[in-house]
Every structure is written in structure tokens, then in C-alpha cells.
């Protein structure tokens, strides 16, 4: 949405010296305005000697002339009707508006003697003779959802007694200078006369209003709004919105639910006389919009022993090749196809993975020496140190995606690839990922205590997000599906006849509004006791 900058003023003069005269003045606007037109006022002269000439309301040559006294005067109420005009059809009338209200009586005489009065209408008044006398006032009040039209009145008026022949003048004015408060966007999309947003889409919202504005307080946005996501911190990488960001003249934030966002914002503003003015403003609504996906699952089989003898190399636990164990690394669960649309009118995008875990795996043995009977899966911790992993980000992020194959077409791992690009006509893409949960049956010694290895256990607890982010400048990741799932398994019968068994929790996907959050990287883990 464009930013709503604009005054509406409009004065109404009427006076014996320029007949019953119309004079408005209105700014072009950005997104609408209000527009006046006016009514009322009565205005007398003398006699039928006198008579109008341009903005001259008068008689004579200014030589003196004519006999008698005479009597002019300007009275009655003046109405302006203000009248919302907007610049498009999604262009609302403003939630409040400050109006400033000016109103002046004036009359003026080049001869002696002359009287009059003036009154502002606004509870000014003045009497005076020769050879001026005049009276003027500007209100500031806030009316609060003026709609499409609203009115402003004023009576100010003048009366004067004139010697003849002379120039004279005597007139009133009424202005009204309108300042609608409003809120601009930047950001959402204007489709079909409606503002509509992508999660993962920057929202920056601006109170514009008059004068010295302070104070500001915006409201809660919508249940899906946050602060921001960056998956490039090493802990809090979801940032709620706080106390501190409701209270600037913008909002910044994004949002990550399919809703309707609604956005108000409360302020002070101090006129150029000091008057203090609460005002609010609102945007227009906007749709948040959020991509749909699909998550094919593929399952693991049931634990199995992979791999040589354990004189040779580490043999492992796990869950391995979908369609059968090949004798090589298996990729386990299979998650394809994955499929991403993105609703009209949006296009494109990147879709990734990210995977938590809480791995808490053990090996135990038959030590020789002083040597440690359990080793436990660890990370590298400070000071060369090695501690337990608790829950995780899996591997990096994003959580690899792709496959490899062998020659004959099975999938053996998961490829290094990151994200994906929504392909096509940017409304959908396919992806693909897995995992394959395993455990060693050996480990390497490192306190001198045998590789006696008798049994191995894994418990592992996964979360697995699918995340979408838009084509967008200053856009961030948010989550679009989610999938919870587990696995577990023991060997015993170390280190020569290894035997498994454990069970298997599949993922099973759903929509996400949660996001990802980690404080360790679990990478470069090893058994240690």
C-alpha cells in the first residue's frame, strides 16, 4: 500500500468588499482526501447605490459623495460538508482525522468617523472605530472515524456604519485544513482492490500524521506475527516481537499464519498552539497468505546390522534402504516427492529442510585396564572437550536434501545439497531428503580399554520441518510443514554375532506454525566415554 500523506484545506470567505466569494485550496494526495464544498452566510450593503466590482463591494470614487449614513454587515452560519475522496477503491476513510478550524471577522475604512464589529464565531469578538478592526481563531480537535463525510460549522460576522463615498470593506472567513491519520505499508501486494502478503514476507508499517506526533503504540498485528527469523544465529533464531517495538512510528515484522492481519496504532499529537491530540490510525487489511505442500514418506525397515566384522571397521545399527538393505550406507526414510504451492498471484521461491534431534546413543563393553565400560554419542565441546549433545540442530542448516545412487539406481545416502528453487511457473516445486537413524557396534579406543564392544543402543527423537521463503527483499524462512518421529534399536552379541531389534516411529507430516530453534550444532560426533 502506498503511504497516506495528505491535507485537505478549504477556506470560505464572504464579505461586503468581495460579494459572497468561494476560496479553497486542496493539496494533491497520495491515496484520497477530503474535499469540501460550502453553504450559508448573508451579506448586506447600504442601498442600491452601491455595487460589486471584481473583489470590491462598494460605491462612490473614493472622493467622498452621496448622502446618508449606510450599514453593511456579513452574518449566518457557514457550513463546509467534507467529503472523502479516495484515490482507489481499496482507499478507506481514515480511522481518525485532526482538523484544524480558522475563522476570521475583519472590516476596514479610509474615512472618519466608522464603526463595527467583529466575532469570530470561535468566542473572539472586538468593537472599534476608524480605521480597522479585526478577530481571527484556529481550533485543533481530532474527529474520530469521520466516515465518508462529515461538517464543520462556523457563524463569524462583521457589521459596519459607513460614511458614503469612501472604500470600505467588511468580510468573514472560514477555513477548514483537514489531516487524515493514517498508516502505510510496505510490503503486501495489492490484488483485486485487497492487500495480501506471503509469509515470510517483510511488513513494515507508518503512522503518518500532522504536526509533532509522539507517543506511539501500535497493536498486537495477528496471532502469526514475529520479529524475525534468522537461522544464521547460534541460539534464539525465532525473535518475538516486544514491548519495545509497539511503541516507534513504524512496525516492522513478519508473519507466518494464514490470517487477516489488522494494524492500529494510537499517538499524541501537539498542534502548532500547544493543544494535545490522541489520535489513531489504521491500515487496510491485509491477507496473509501461506504456501501449501505435500510430504511423501517413504519408511525405513527394521533395525539391521550393516557392514564387516568388527576387527575390520565399525559396523553400525540402523534403519536403512526403504526397498531393502543393500549391503552399503542406506538412506533410511525416504521424503519425496515434497511439494510446495504457492497461491496466485505470488511466484517462486526456496524450499529446505531443518531437523532437530535429541540423539542419546550408547556403546558398552568388556574394558581391559582402567578403561571406561560405556561410551556415549558426544559433540566437541570448549577446551577440547567432548559433552553430551542434548537437542539439536541435525548436521546444519539447512538439513541436507537430494539423494546419491549406485549403479544400479539405489538410493545410498542423502547429496550435500541445501534448498531447493520452486521450478517452473514458481507455484510448485518438488524436493526431496530422508535420514536413516543409526548407531556403531564399535567405537575408537581411545582411553586403552579393548574393543571388546558387546552391545549398542540409539534413541533417537527427531522434529523435521519443511520451510519455505519468499522471492521477496529482506524475507525469511517459515515453517510450512511438520513432522515429529523416532527410532530406536539395540544390538547385543558383540563383537561376533550381533543380533537387533528396536522399533520405528515414521514421520507423519502435517501443517507447522512452530519454528525451529536450536542452540547446538550436532556435527562431528563421536563415541566417547
Known amino acids: ?32 482526501s477530503y474535499v469540501a464544498t460550502f453553504s450559508g452566510g448573508t451579506v448586506t450593503g447600504s442601498d442600491g447605490g452601491y455595487t460589486a466590482s471584481g473583489n470590491v463591494y462598494g460605491g462612490g470614487d473614493g472622493a467622498g459623495g452621496g448622502t446618508g449614513i449606510y450599514a453593511a454587515s456579513c452574518s449566518g452560519t457557514l457550513t463546509a460538508t467534507m467529503t472523502w475522496d479516495p484515490d482507489g477503491p481499496q482507499d478507506s476513510p481514515p480511522a481518525s482525522v485532526v482538523v484544524a478550524k480558522y475563522s476570521a471577522a475583519s472590516w476596514s475604512y479610509t474615512a472618519t468617523p466608522a464603526t463595527g464589529t467583529v466575532n469570530d464565531g470561535q468566542g473572539d469578538s472586538n468593537s472599534e472605530t476608524y480605521p480597522a478592526c479585526g478577530v ?34 467588511c468580510q468573514v472567513e472560514f477555513e477548514v485544513t483537514t489531516y487524515p491519520v493514517t498508516v502505510g505499508l510496505t510490503g503486501p501486494t495489492l490484488s483485486a482492490g485487497t492487500y495480501e502478503a506471503l509469509t515470510g514476507t517483510q511488513i513494515v508499517a507508518k503512522l503518518s500524521a ?14 502469526g506475527a514475529f520479529k524475525n527469523f534468522s537461522p544464521s544465529a547460534t541460539s534464539n533464531q525465532y525473535v518475538t516481537l516486544g514491548a519495545s517495538d509497539y511503541t516507534g512510528s513504524s512496525l516492522t515484522f513478519y508473519d507466518a499464519s494464514s490470517e487477516t492481519i489488522s494494524l492500529t496504532c494510537s499517538a499524541t499529537v501537539t498542534a502548532p498552539d500547544g493543544t494535545v491530540l490522541a489520535v489513531t490510525g489504521a491500515a487496510d487489511p491485509i491477507t ?82 582402567s578403561g571406561a565400560s560405556t561410551y556415549t554419542l558426544k559433540i566437541p565441546g570448549p577446551g577440547g ?18 539423494f546419491t545412487t549406485d549403479s544400479s539406481g ?40 579393548g574393543m571388546n564392544w558387546q552391545s549398542s543402543s540409539i534413541s533417537d527423537s527427531f522434529t523435521t520441518w519443511l520451510m519455505y521463503q519468499p522471492t521477496s527483499a529482506n524475507s525469511v524462512w517459515v515453517p510450512i510443514m511438520k513432522a515429529t518421529w ?36 550436532i556435527v562431528n560426533q563421536e563415541y566417547r566415554p
Open 288 to 369: 496473509s497468505v501461506k504456501p501449501t505442500a505435500t510430504w511423501g514418506v517413504d519408511p525405513a525397515t527394521l533395525p539391521v546390522i550393516v557392514g564387516g566384522t568388527v576387527t575390520t571397521q565399525p559396523t553400525t545399527i540402523g534403519f536403512y534402504d526403504h526397498s531393502g538393505v543393500d549391503g552399503t550406507y542406506g538412506a533410511g526414510t525416504v521424503w519425496y516427492p515434497v511439494v510446495i504451492t504457492v497461491p496466485s498471484p505470488f511466484t517462486g521461491g526456496t524450499g529446505c529442510f531443518a531437523q532437530t534431534v535429541t540423539p542419546i546413543d550408547t556403546l558398552t563393553r568388556t574394558p581391559t585396564g
Open 486 to 521: 523416532s527410532a530406536s534399536g539395540n544390538a547385543t552379541g558383540g563383537p561376533a554375532s550381533w543380533v537387533a531389534t528396536g522399533s520405528y516411529s515414521a514421520p507423519s507430516p502435517g501443517n507447522a506454525s512452530d519454528f525451529p530453534q536450536w542452540s547446538t550444532v
Open 210 to 223: 500532522a504536526y509533532t506526533v509522539s507517543g506511539w503504540q501500535w497493536a498486537a498485528p495477528g496471532g
Open 385 to 402: 572437550t567432548w559433552v553430551s549433545p542434548g537437542t539439536g540442530l541435525d548436521t546444519g542448516w539447512p538439513y541436507p536434501s537430494g
Open 136 to 169: 481571527s481563531k484556529t481550533t485543533y480537535f481530532v474527529l474520530t472515524n469521520p466516515g465518508t463525510s462529515f461538517t464543520e460549522t462556523c457563524s463569524p460576522s462583521v457589521s459596519i456604519t459607513l460614511q458614503p463615498g469612501w472604500t470600505k470593506h
Open 410 to 449: 539405489d538410493i545410498t545416502g542423502v547429496a550435500a545439497s541445501s534448498s531447493w528453487t520452486l521450478s517452473g511457473s514458481g507455484t510448485s516445486s518438488i524436493g526431496a531428503s530422508g535420514d536413516n537413524p543409526h548407531g556403531q557396534e564399535s567405537a575408537t579406543d581411545v582411553d586403552s580399554g
Open 1 to 32: 500500500m502506498r503511504e497516506r500523506v495528505f491535507v485537505t484545506m478549504t477556506r470560505y470567505v464572504i464579505g461586503v468588499s468581495i460579494g459572497l466569494c468561494l476560496c479553497m485550496s486542496q493539496q494533491a494526495l497520495r491515496a484520497g
